[in-house]
């Protein structure tokens, strides 16, 4: 029995030498991974190997599809999965085998590796891709996600390299996959303005008026900013202000405006940045010394008036999911005191009623006003005869 015992225990130990051996073996065999992407409007790149770059980078490009093998060994192979626009992730697939699509416009968004058979005992593969707005990630390794999820962006390019088991990654591995996480709150636009008299109001949001209506207070400054935003992206406006024109871009939360001067702003832009700006609308309106409520402006026009000297009193914003319909009519969201209404022959084509109102091409009573006492070219020219404007509403 005891022989029996001295004989398993040295077939054992003779295993064991033999499985090391070979394990080192396979360890210090030299792997080669190789691949290659297709990239829109490019099509199929060449093979790269260990380490190089597959596919673009800084020209907005999109991968959409994937060929990966290890050649010259037969102790095991290579797998990997793609993450599809509009599909999700695609069962994985092996040894040069595609993964992705190819002719229906569809980026990837994520990919992961791993090895098979021995080569998954004796090796480790990292990959690292550059995403759209992220730029190079982190490297990934061994099965582990590599690209982004939520954000809808695609991967450019892609590189990918195999070491010995336990040797050193070729870079950072903290932050190889950004995941999106939609929060529960609901996202808002949120604003608040500085008025004459009172100075910084209470924020609002999602529509409400930020301002005063009927007590001739101007506003003076104004602050915007998106709360729980669903995806990547802000806001960025500018204001007109009195003697001073069309001030700088500010963005989330920053002042555009003037405290302590006493200068009124006159008109405003509001737009969204990033992959808000694809998804959103913003609209927004202001109410107008004289005009009163005027039309919305969205996603970077002008709402307000210019030339008059004209203050803003109030305004109103609203985010709108990207198509939908905007909150109210958007005629006449601005007004420029000097813009021409002439006709061909260069006649002014604004009317000046009985009443000493004037009416511009297209407002409400402009067609009913049939017997006008005067024609005008400009609004301006208008209320140096002493007419007045129609109301907008």
């Known amino acids: 029995m005891k022989?029996?015992?001295?004989?398993?225990?040295?077939?054992?130990?003779i295993f064991s030498f033999f499985f090391l051996n070979s394990s080192v073996a396979l360890a210090n065999e030299n792997v080669t991974v190789q691949y290659r992407t297709h990239v829109e409007k490019q099509g199929w790149q060449n093979f790269v190997t260990n380490s190089e770059t597959?596919?673009?980078?800084?020209?907005?490009?999109?991968?959409?599809?994937?060929?990966?093998?290890?050649?010259?060994?037969?102790?095991?192979?290579?797998?990997?999965?793609?993450?599809?626009?509009?599909?999700?992730?695609?069962?994985?697939?092996?040894?040069g085998q595609m993964s992705g699509t190819e002719g229906q416009a569809k980026r990837l968004e994520a990919i992961k590796i791993e090895l098979t058979g021995d080569l998954a005992y004796?090796?480790?593969?990292?990959y690292q891709v550059h995403a759209e707005k992220f730029g190079w990630l982190d490297w990934a390794m061994n099965g582990e996600p590599a690209g982004s999820a939520g954000y809808a962006?695609?991967?450019?390019?892609?590189?990918?390299?195999?070491?010995?088991?336990?040797?050193?990654?070729?870079?950072?591995?903290?932050?190889?996959?950004?995941?999106?996480?939609?929060?529960?709150?609901p996202m808002k636009v949120n604003y608040t303005t500085h008025i004459q008299s009172y100075g910084w109001q209470k924020p609002v949001s999602n529509g409400a008026m930020s301002g005063t209506e009927g007590q001739a207070k101007r506003l003076e400054g104004i602050k915007i900013n998106i709360s729980n935003p669903e995806m990547i992206g802000g806001v960025t406006y500018r204001t007109h202000v009195?003697?001073?024109?069309?001030?700088?871009?500010?963005?989330?939360?920053?002042?555009?405006?003037?405290?302590?001067?006493?200068?009124?702003?006159?008109a405003i832009e509001i737009k969204l940045t990033d992959r808000l700006a694809e998804f959103y609308d913003i609209h927004y309106r202001v109410h107008a010394q004289t005009f009163g409520w005027m039309g919305w402006a969205k996603n970077g026009e002008p709402a307000g008036t210019s030339a008059f000297g004209f203050r803003l009193e109030g305004?109103?914003?609203?985010?709108?999911?990207?198509?939908?319909?905007?909150?109210?009519?958007?005629?006449?969201?601005?007004?420029?005191?000097?813009?021409?209404?002439?006709?061909?022959?260069?006649?002014?084509t604004i009317k000046g009623s009985?009443?000493?109102?004037?009416?511009?091409?297209?407002?409400?009573?402009?067609?009913?006003?049939?017997?006008?006492?005067?024609w005008f070219k400009t609004e301006l020219e208008a209320m140096k005869a002493k007419y007045r404007p129609a109301r907008i509403n």
């Open 3 to 13: 022989k029996i015992i001295k004989n398993i225990s040295l077939l054992g130990i």
């Open 54 to 95: 597959s596919g673009t980078s800084n020209q907005a490009l999109r991968l959409e599809a994937i060929e990966i093998n290890i050649p010259n060994t037969s102790n095991g192979g290579i797998a990997y999965q793609t993450h599809i626009q509009s599909i999700g992730w695609q069962d994985f697939k092996s040894d």
């Open 122 to 126: 004796t090796h480790d593969i990292y």
């Open 153 to 185: 962006y695609r991967l450019e390019a892609i590189r990918i390299e195999i070491v010995p088991k336990g040797y050193p990654a070729p870079g950072s591995t903290d932050r190889p996959y950004m995941e999106y996480v939609k929060p529960q709150v």
């Open 242 to 266: 009195q003697s001073y024109g069309w001030q700088g871009w500010v963005s989330n939360n920053q002042v555009s405006g003037t405290q302590g001067q006493a200068k009124r702003l006159e």
């Open 315 to 348: 305004i109103e914003i609203k985010l709108v999911p990207k198509g939908n319909n905007p909150p109210g009519t958007t005629l006449n969201a601005y007004r420029d005191g000097n813009r021409l209404y002439v006709d061909k022959k260069g006649n002014g």
């Open 354 to 374: 009985n009443s000493g109102i004037y009416h511009i091409p297209g407002s409400q009573h402009y067609n009913q006003t049939t017997n006008p006492r005067a």
